[in-house]
Every structure is written in structure tokens, then in C-alpha cells.
């Protein structure tokens, strides 16, 4: 039988998605800028995944932008949706179980073939009124997304694809076919079975032509058209019609029985394949967007939440990868905006990694790696189609954003300080075998473990293999050796973090004699 | 009077296989071009067949519509197999009638396919002898024609009435219901993918009557059509049902030829190497295929030459392999191996030419990841050295490796010694791949994986001959990490050539 797919239909876009590295989620805390959300933990594990996969298109980003922009702007229609959608899983886990029931009383039944066939109809039943659940509730998701007015394509794309499926003569005719069915199969006493010879004269797939209560007469002659076609033409349509023409009939006396209703079985089995694949298919299109509003649920609190601090935030531009661009102006970190007690005293820096990479030095506990998750939770909320806290900001795609941070904070003896660097550079290695051009790779105090000249120099090979890959680095560093070496790269910019009370947490680039250390 | 083979000039049935399925998965062939050519590789080609079925592989090459033809030949031919089972399964006459014409249709159209093949090699100009003689009689000629002339109800859509009896059959030249459902959901915005070809039902003999009842000239036609020729093409002259194997036969064929065609692709080398009436194993260039199949280019595998001989005062028939853990030594391995069962069936060989004497039985001894029941590993690997060991000789194969790391290293050399030098004095071929250095030295020759020790102990992939060896090369950890300046740039060009 073949199988039937309906385009899928997606509220996150579909296409190939960018990826960051095993470590990052944790070493950039988004579970904690997001746990204390008014959201269920599958709905914060959705988040976290989608953002774990950034789409590799400006458009699919800045489509998810603009359907996020919807929700902000009509609450009802996320909450609507949510409802609707629920309402399709629901259809498909109470199909499942009334299966799962139907099947142990059809096992525990003492079966003779008029039995199993009786059982046969009321499956098929089952399954025709679970064809008009799905089919009613893709009207539903339609007539609801058509009481707005905005513009965002998924959500334009989501109601055409319902309305496709659910106007129409075709989607009639199912419909008519699934209401006859789950109306008259079990009253009906003769049926028409059709098939195609193969070349051993067997029949291929039979499957349901017709059926029909018909009380004690001789057969009928006559009659063609395909799917009951006969059972739904209005009288007017009928009476137009010409009498359908005689065909010549032969007649069996000698079909046993049993023949009959194997073939009958074989046919009500096929017509509900036929359906079960159809009422399958469409629910299939729409399986992901249960999962995807989650994610829109989460990102709507999360914008809720700064908005209600007073944080302003704002889309990034998006740009194709090959602009190799990641600017932002006036760039916050999300987790002290989210958690501080006076939102508006969290010190803004800007990003620029379009030259290629940053080094950042500065005294303990002066806001560098604050910078270097602020960096790079906002490129990577932005480029999941989220705003970012910033003035301004552009990004442009990255296939991959990688993070290397080196526990600075784990404590470890000196006996095990020779094993810590393998297992940096083991790291680092993994990390290496899966950067693709325009990846973001963010590095916190990577070779520090080792003697800092070693380090350095381990390090430097790494840093430019990452640029003539044609991807960008930010790197929190106190390997200051590096600052001396890259004084004059074009492409790297030199930063510092102030320990001073005046410039506390900001971090500036470095200009003239301050670059040489 | 059978009809003949197009992989074998003599029968196969009491030959001695060349080499174990499981021998064959251990050179990599198991996984390209496949465990469905594996009982036919097994098997092997005697001397007089490799020639012919060389000249298969060729004309396959060379002549695409060749391979067309072939490859809807085979599909009659398992349609007929078919056919004539069911013919032989069915009692109503006018179902045999029905199964009769449809399996003289697919014979005529079978026979008509295989007489435009171009005649190339014995084996193919067997197979046009032996139609040449069929399709010259007078009554094939008049069955051909009567078999055109009736029209077949293969794809015909029937409805029936039903349970009620009288069960009412009527022919249906609509849209048929199954396609209907397709046509609506495709209007719904559905895509339909074909699928697995739908189950069938086998009806009441009395169907078959029925069916003729519906149209009874074209049952007449059918009818008369078996009771003239079933006597010539089931009973006696010509039994239909000896042309049937060729389907599995084209099958191997196409299978390798897609193999062969997906390494010309890549741009791997393809040749026949020379049969050779001495007792020599000389290849230039060979590869190992199951890298291919991992995904390596062209430029990323290093071939390697073979020059194994045996007479004329040269003794180089079985050697140790030694060297660098990840320098290529398995790889070798199969690529020789590889190279010996296809060049043994006929088939053209991974490599840029050579020449290679007729083997008669292929060995391997790899390490077996299966259970040991209660011999223990060591115990298992004596048991199958053993067989090697004595079926040992001149036309033998035999490609091991790592064979006894089941016991420890005294015991191991011991057992290793004792079987490589029986293999290289009976005047078997082949190679032994080992870690043990000790083993090397001695009168069994030996190659090795070459390291460049001047660049990091970089692996060239080359095996060459030497004395003896030494050294495993452990590698350092920068450059297990591959993050030394050099190994970046070396990923970077990786990178850019993918």
C-alpha cells in the first residue's frame, strides 16, 4: 500500500539546524536563567533543546522572530493553539487505548469467520469516527488562527496547510465516506469487493467498493464509480445521471463460504489501512507543534519576565553566514538581569567578533566571564529567533557555537594537575573534530593547568586554526603571553575588564601601549 | 534439454567451495558489494570460467544497454519461477490456462531478451547457442506468435459480490477504489510514496471459470494455447523451469557490476589482472575496498603492490606483517585477500594490473568476537588454524591475522612460528599480520607498515619488505590529540578537500 506524507508543518522551520557543543547549555546556565519561569519541565527541556539548535537560515530565524512578535502581540492565539494541540494528542492517545481495549475483547472472542468479520466492521468504525476527529480538529486550528490578522509566515503556513486539508471536494467526499462508514458498516449485509489480477490470477489488494443493507433480493446488475460513489449522489444528482451501464456478470455458486470472508476481511483490513493512513499522515504533519508552542511558551515568559523588570531587549538582525558578523551594543547579561535586585545597575559592554576573535584579560572577579556568557547567550538566544537585552545587535549564522570552559572552579589537588591538562586538551580535541566554518567558539581560562607559556603556546596554534576556519573565538584569558603575541593581528581584538570602582564589570578594548604586556 | 548457465561452464554441485561466508565478511566483502553475492563469490570460478565471465564484466562495462537487458531478463525470469510454481500448484483448468499463457508470455519475452545479448566469452556464447536451437524450430516460432496474440489479464480490476451467494463477479474499468483514496488524499496536500507491493488473495478455483465465463473467446484462446505447446515447454523439449536460476545469476552480475561502477565513480581503479599458469600473486596498486567504503577518496588511500611467487628459485609465498598500530597492515590484508576472491570469480580487481596463478581454497583467521563455549579463545583459534593448516598447499589462500593474541606473547610466537613456517614450506600464499617482532627474521619473509619516524612517526600507509622489526611507534600525546600546529593545518586541508 502506499504510504502517505503530508508536508510537515512547523512553527520553528524545518531546514538543517546549527548545534553547540556537548558542554554549553550547562557552562552558560541556561537552566538557570530560565527554571524559575512559570513553565512544566518538559516545556523548559523543549526550550533548552530548540536553543541547543540554532536554524543555519536567516529566514527560518527571522520567521520564528516574527511568530514570536504574534504571540507577544495575541496571547489568546498561544493559548488557543496550545489547546487545540493538546486536543490532537488527546485523539491519538484515546484512538491508541480504545485499539488497545477493542483488541483484548477481539482476542478473548471465540472466532468463526462471521465473528471475526462483525469485529472487522466495528474496527473499522473505530477507525473512521478517529478519521473525523482529525479531520474536525485540523478545522478547528484553521477557523482559530483565521480570527487574527498579523503576518508571520509559520503561523500563515500552519492554517493553510489545515485548510488544505479540510476544504475542498476531496476532503468532503473523505469526510462522507468516514460518516457512511462509522454510520452503516455495521448494519450492512452485502458489499463489494474490488481488486486488480495479478499474474497468477490472485487478487491484489482488495479493498471495499461499496456496501449496502439490502434485504433478501437477487443481485443487483450494473452500477460503476469508484469509493461508494453511488451512496453519495443527492437524488437530483441521480436522477440526472443515466442509469448506470449493464455490465456483463458471471456468477459463482461454488465459493465456499469462508472464501467470502477471508476476502471480506482482506478488504475491510485494506479500507481501514486506507484511512488509519490518511487520518496518520495528517495527524503526523502536525506532530511537532505541541512540542514547538512549548518552546514560544517559554520564550513568551522569558520576554514577559524582562519586560516586567523594565529590561529592554530587542531583535537582532540577522545576517547569512557568510557575513562572519556578531556585533551587539550595550549587550547585558540576561542571568543578573533576570535575578538582580536592580535590574538597571547591570553593567552593558559592546561585542564584536567580525574580525575574527576576542582575548579578554582583567583582574579576578571584574566581570569577564559574566561578558563571555552574556556574548554568548545573547548570539545564541538571537540566532533561536529570540531578542536579545542590547541597544542593537546583528548576527549572522553559525554552524556551531562551542564551549570550552576549564572548571576553573573545580578544585584539584596537585597530585592530579598533570591528568587535568590531558583531559583540557582531550576536550579541546572533541571540540575541534566537530567546529565547521563560522563556528563561535568561547573559551574561559583554556590551558591554565599547565605552565602559561606552555599553555600559550599549545593554545595559539588552536586560536588561528579557529580563524583560518573561518570562524570566531572569545577567549577569557590570563595567559598573557597571548596579548603580546597577537598585539598587532589584524582580526583580534584585545580586551580588558577594570578592576577600577569608576569602570567596574565594563570591558573595553585595549589601545596603545596598554595592548603590550 | 536444459537451458545453460551464465556463471558456470561446468556444474558447481561437487566442486570444493574456494572460501567460507564468513572469510569473505572478513576481507570486507561482506559489507561492499554485499552478503546477497556472497554464496556466489563463495563458490568461485574454475579456470575456463574466469575468462568467460571476465568477458561478462567487459561487455558490461562497455555496452550499458547490455546491463538493461540483463537486468529486465532477470525480472522474467523470476516472474517465470513463479509462474510455473503456481502452475504447478493449480488444479482448475481454466486457471492453468490463465497461469499458462501469462508464463508463455514471460518466457517468449525472457528468450527474446537474452538472443540480443552480443556474444562475448563462452559463457555467453552458450547461452546463444542453445537459444539459436530453440528459436530455429517451426513450433516455437507459431508458439511465439500464438502467445503475442492472447491478451494477458495481469492489472485487469474485477468486483465481487459478496457473502450472499450466488457470488457475483463483475470486470470494473473505473478508477479503482485504492487509487481513489490516493487521488483524495493527494487533493488534501498529501504526497503518496509508493510502498511495499499490497498482499494478495488466492480465489476458489471456480474463480478461474468464472473469469473465462465473463469473456469465453479469450478463455478459448487461452486454453488452446496450453493444450498445443505445455507438452514442448514443461514435459519434454524444452523444460522452462531450467531457465529460471539465470534470474539469481543476472542478479549477481548486476549487483558486482553496480559495486564496480560505484569504485570507477569514486576514481578507483579497475582491471583484469592476467591468469597466470604460474604460481604467482603480483598486483600493482591494490586497495582495500572496505575503506572505500568508509567513506576515504581516492586520494586518501594509499595502494600498495603485491609480488607473492612461488618457483624458479624464489620462495616468496607467505608472509609475516608487522608494524605501526594504525599503519595499514589489516587493511593490506584485505586488500590482497579481496583482490584473490574476485580476480577467483572473474570479476575485475581493485588494483592498476598484475597477474595471478588459479587458487583453489581461501582462508582467513581473524579474531572471532563470538563465543568460545568452554574452549577458551586460544582453544578456538588452534582449532581453526588447524583446519588451514591442513588443507595447506600450493592452491591455497591464506590471509591471518593476529591470529593466537589469545595466549600470551611466549605462546602466542610459538604457535604463530610453527604455522606461518608450514604455510610457507607447503607453498600456500599469503600473509600473516602480527604485533609479535620476535616472529620476524627468520625464513618466513617479512613486510611492514612504513612510519616516517623524521615527521612524528607519521603513517605513510606503505608496506614494504623488510629483515625484521622492532617498534610499535607509541605515538605522543600531541599527536593523539592531533593538535600540534602541522595537524591543524593537516584537518584544515582535510576539511577543504571534503
Known amino acids: ?431 575541534l573534530d566537530e567546529l565547521t566554518p563560522s563556528s563561535l567558539l568561547l573559551l574561559n581560562e583554556t590551558f591554565q593547568s599547565t605552565s602559561y607559556p606552555e599553555g600559550a603556546a599549545g593554545i595559539a596554534p588552536v586560536l588561528e586554526h579557529i580563524l583560518a576556519l573561518g570562524g570566531n573565538f572569545l577567549f577569557v584569558t590570563h595567559l598573557t603571553e597571548l596579548f603580546t603575541l597577537y598585539r598587532d593581528t589584524p582580526g583580534i581584538i584585545l580586551c580588558s575588564s577594570s578592576g577600577e570602582a569608576a569602570d567596574r564589570y565594563r570591558i573595553r578594548p585595549l589601545g596603545g601601549a596598554a595592548k603590550n604586556i | 534439454m536444459a537451458f545453460p548457465s551464465l556463471l558456470y561452464l561446468h556444474s558447481p554441485a561437487s566442486r570444493v567451495p574456494l572460501a567460507a561466508k564468513e572469510s569473505l565478511c572478513d576481507l570486507g566483502l561482506g559489507d561492499a558489494p554485499g552478503e546477497r553475492v556472497l554464496p556466489v563469490l563463495a563458490v568461485g570460478a574454475d579456470e575456463a570460467e574466469i575468462p568467460a565471465r571476465q568477458a561478462i564484466f567487459s561487455l558490461l562495462d562497455e555496452d550499458p544497454a547490455a546491463a538493461d537487458t540483463l537486468r529486465a531478463a532477470a525480472a522474467d525470469a523470476a516472474a517465470l519461477a513463479r509462474l510455473l510454481r503456481a502452475l504447478a500448484h493449480t488444479e482448475s483448468a481454466a486457471g492453468q490456462d490463465l497461469l499458462f499463457l501469462h508464463a508463455a508470455q514471460t518466457a517468449v519475452s525472457l528468450i527474446g531478451r537474452l538472443e540480443t545479448l552480443p556474444v562475448r566469452g563462452a559463457l555467453l556464447g552458450g547461452m546463444r547457442e542453445a537459444l539459436a536451437a530453440l528459436t530455429a524450430t517451426g513450433w516455437y516460432q507459431n508458439f511465439r506468435r500464438a502467445a503475442a496474440l492472447a491478451p494477458p489479464w495481469t492489472g485487469e480490476a474485477v468486483r465481487l459480490r459478496l457473502p450472499q451467494r450466488p457470488v457475483e463477479l463483475r470486470a470494473f474499468g473505473g478508477m479503482p477504489t485504492g487509487e481513489m483514496w490516493d487521488a483524495l488524499a493527494a487533493q488534501m496536500g498529501g504526497e503518496i510514496v509508493p510502498g511495499r507491493r499490497s498482499a494478495s488473495r488466492r480465489l476458489p478455483d471456480g474463480f478461474f471459470e468464472a473469469l473465462f465465463r465473463l469473456d469465453e473467446e479469450r478463455g478459448r484462446a487461452a486454453h488452446a494455447l496450453r493444450e498445443r505447446y505445455a507438452p514442448f515447454l514443461l514435459e519434454a523439449d524444452w523444460d522452462l523451469s531450467t531457465l529460471t536460476p539465470i534470474a539469481d545469476e543476472i542478479d549477481f552480475l548486476l549487483v558486482m557490476r553496480r559495486f564496480f561502477d560505484e569504485l570507477r565513480g569514486a576514481g578507483f581503479p579497475l582491471t583484469y589482472p592476467a591468469l597466470s599458469p604460474a604460481r604467482e600473486l603480483r598486483l600493482t596498486d591494490v586497495y582495500d575496498v572496505s575503506l572505500v567504503r568508509r567513506g576515504l577518496t581516492a586520494a586518501q588511500i594509499v595502494p600498495n603492490d603485491a609480488a607473492f611467487s612461488l618457483g624458479g628459485g624464489a620462495h616468496d609465498n607467505f608472509f609475516f606483517l608487522t608494524g605501526a598500530n594504525g599503519g595499514g597492515k589489516t587493511s593490506y590484508l584485505r586488500a590482497l585477500g579481496a583482490a584473490a576472491v574476485l580476480f577467483l570469480n572473474g570479476c575485475p580487481v581493485p588494483c592498476r594490473g598484475g597477474a595471478m596463478g588459479c587458487f583453489s581454497r581461501l582462508f582467513t583467521h581473524f579474531p572471532n568476537t563470538e563465543d568460545y563455549h568452554d574452549s577458551g579463545r586460544f582453544a578456538d583459534e588452534l582449532r581453526r588454524a588447524e583446519e588451514i593448516r591442513a588443507a595447506a598447499g600450493p592452491e591455497t589462500l591464506a590471509f591471518l591475522n593476529e591470529t593466537f593474541s589469545g595466549a600470551d606473547e611466549a605462546r602466542s610466537a610459538e604457535a604463530g612460528r610453527a604455522l606461518a613456517e608450514t604455510l610457507w614450506q607447503s607453498g600456500a600464499f599469503g600473509v600473516y599480520v602480527t604485533h609479535i617482532h620476535t616472529l620476524t627474521g627468520g625464513d618466513v619473509p617479512a613486510l611492514a607498515a612504513v612510519v616516517d619516524e623524521a615527521d612524528g612517526n607519521r603513517r605513510t600507509y606503505r608496506i614494504t619488505r623488510v629483515r625484521r622489526t622492532d617498534s610499535s611507534h607509541a605515538a605522543d600525546i600531541l599527536y593523539r590529540y592531533g593538535l600540534t600546529r602541522e595537524q591543524l593545518a593537516e584537518r584544515r586541508r582535510t576539511h577543504a578537500g571534503d
Open chain 1, 1 to 431: 500500500m502506499p504510504e502517505i506524507k503530508f508536508p510537515k508543518c512547523t512553527l520553528l522551520g524545518g531546514g538543517e539546524r546549527g548545534r553547540i557543543g556537548k558542554t554549553a547549555a550547562d557552562d552558560l546556565l541556561i537552566l538557570r536563567l530560565i527554571r524559575h519561569l512559570p513553565a512544566e519541565t518538559p516545556a523548559l527541556r523543549v526550550f533548552l533543546d530548540t536553543v541547543s539548535a540554532p536554524p543555519l537560515s536567516p529566514e527560518a530565524v527571522v520567521a520564528r522572530q516574527e511568530t514570536l512578535r504574534v504571540f507577544l502581540t495575541h496571547p489568546s492565539l498561544l493559548d488557543g493553539l496550545e489547546e487545540v494541540s493538546a486536543r490532537l494528542a488527546q485523539i491519538r492517545q484515546n484512538w491508541d487505548s480504545e485499539r488497545a481495549k477493542f483488541f483484548t475483547v477481539r482476542r478473548l472472542s471465540s472466532g468463526d469467520k462471521t465473528t471475526e468479520f462483525y469485529n472487522a466492521r466495528l474496527s473499522l468504525q473505530l477507525t473512521a469516527r478517529y478519521l473525523k476527529l482529525t479531520l474536525m480538529t485540523l478545522d478547528a486550528v484553521r477557523q482559530l488562527i483565521d480570527r487574527y490578522h498579523f503576518e508571520a509566515p509559520a503561523l500563515s503556513a500552519l492554517r493553510d496547510a489545515c485548510a488544505r486539508a479540510t476544504t475542498g471536494a476531496a476532503y468532503r467526499r473523505v469526510w462522507e465516506t468516514a460518516d457512511r462508514v462509522e454510520l452503516g458498516i455495521l448494519e450492512a449485509t452485502s458489499y463489494e469487493v474490488e481488486g486488480t489480477l495479478d499474474d497468477e490470477g490472485r487478487l491484489t489488494a482488495p479493498i471495499l467498493a461499496d456496501f449496502r443493507f439490502v434485504p433478501a433480493s437477487p443481485p443487483r446488475r450494473g452500477g460503476e464509480g469508484g469509493l461508494f460513489s453511488a451512496l453519495f449522489r443527492t437524488r437530483s444528482e441521480a436522477r440526472a445521471d443515466a442509469p448506470p451501464p449493464a455490465t456483463e456478470a458471471a456468477y459463482l455458486n461454488e465459493f465456499p463460504s469462508e472464501a467470502s470472508y477471508d476476502l471480506l476481511l482482506d478488504a475491510a483490513g485494506e479500507t481501514e489501512r486506507r484511512m488509519l493512513s490518511l487520518a496518520r499522515a495528517l495527524l503526523a504533519s502536525m506532530e511537532s507543534i505541541p512540542r514547538e508552542l512549548s518552546f514560544y511558551r517559554v520564550a513568551f515568559l522569558y520576554c514577559r519576565r524582562m519586560a516586567d523588570r523594565g529590561v529592554a531587549m530587542v531583535f537582532p538582525e540577522i545576517l547569512p553566514e557568510a557575513a562572519h558578523v556578531a556585533e551587539a551594543r550595550a549587550l547585558r547579561d540576561p542571568i543578573l538581569l533576570s535575578e538582580a535586585a536592580r535590574p538597571e545597575s547591570v553593567v552593558a559592554s559592546d561585542l564584536d567578533l567580525s574580525g575574527g576573535g576576542m582575548l579578554i584579560r582583567g583582574p579576578n572577579g571584574s566581570g569577564k566571564t559574566v561578558f563571555l556568557r552574556a556574548a554568548s547567550l545573547g548570539v545564541l538566544f538571537g540566532l533561536s529567533g529570540l531578542p536579545v537585552p542590547a541597544a542593537s545587535a546583528r548576527f549572522s549564522i553559525r554552524r556551531g557555537i562551542f564551549t570550552h570552559f576549564a572548571a576553573a572552579e573545580a578544585a584539584l589537588s596537585e597530585a592530579s594537575a598533570a591528568g587535568r591538562f590531558e583531559e583540557e586538551v582531550a576536550a579541546l580535541a572533541a571540540v
